[in-house]
């Protein structure tokens, strides 16, 4: 059989920056190098790799670009703690040029967010879920757009904190960063929303209180959905 016919995908080389940045993140788990911890110097490190020391500037700028480091100059180079939020800094402009990718991501938040409510509904008191009221008086309070949905973010952040999920809250953050940079987009705005919301949030508070897991994943649907209608 001629090679040329096998379906096998072509090896790409990796640009010269890409792999000194595989390099030292390999180095910082190697050293098992916590948050706060001190690398050898760019000019040692470049000279460690055998590389200029402006590939070796590029690889740490991005990096940091991606929250891995933080260049301190005339300090030093050091490892930052592990934050989902700063792989997002960026995302609200991708949403703007592609506005159909919200579609998308309400799916993706839905499937995500289906899953939260099981397990707040296996894990959280009764009292920790009633504690959500504070919350919704909050957006029922609201007196703008902004308000209101600064608030609905508050009380989605809140039900994946009653998961006792660290990893869930990291992945919240990386969802609620898309959907703000999308809501800021739009200028709809109906002044009775915010009591809307309430109603529809207190309605979700008792399902879960009733561990009634398929009627809260039905009107979190909803809710998720009307905002992105309104947008």
Partial sequence: MDVSELEIEPIKRASLPEQVMERIKQYIMLHDLQPGARLPGERELAKTLGVS????????????????????????????????????????????????????????????????????????THAEIDSLEEVVRK???????????????????RLVELTRNPILMEFTSLLTRFFR????????????????DARDHRKLIKALK?????????????????WNRSA
């Fill in 53 to 124: 020391r402006t590939v070796m500037r590029e690889a740490l700028q991005s990096l940091q670009a991606v929250g891995v480091l933080e260049i301190q100059p005339g300090n030093g180079i050091f490892v930052t703690p592990v934050n989902f939020e700063n792989l997002t800094k960026h995302l609200g402009f991708a949403i703007q040029r592609q506005p159909h990718q919200m579609d998308h991501l309400v799916d993706a938040r839905i499937i995500f967010e289906r899953g939260v409510l099981e397990l707040v509904a296996k894990n959280a």
């Fill in 139 to 157: 957006m029922e309070k609201s007196t703008s757009r902004e308000e209101d949905f600064e608030s609905d973010l508050e009380f989605h952040l």
């Fill in 210 to 226: 009733e561990k009634n897991v398929a009627r809260a994943q039905t009107i979190l649907e909803k809710g998720i959905r009307g």
């Fill in 181 to 196: 940079e999308g809501q800021e987009t739009s200028t709809v705005y109906d002044p009775e929303s915010p009591r809307r």
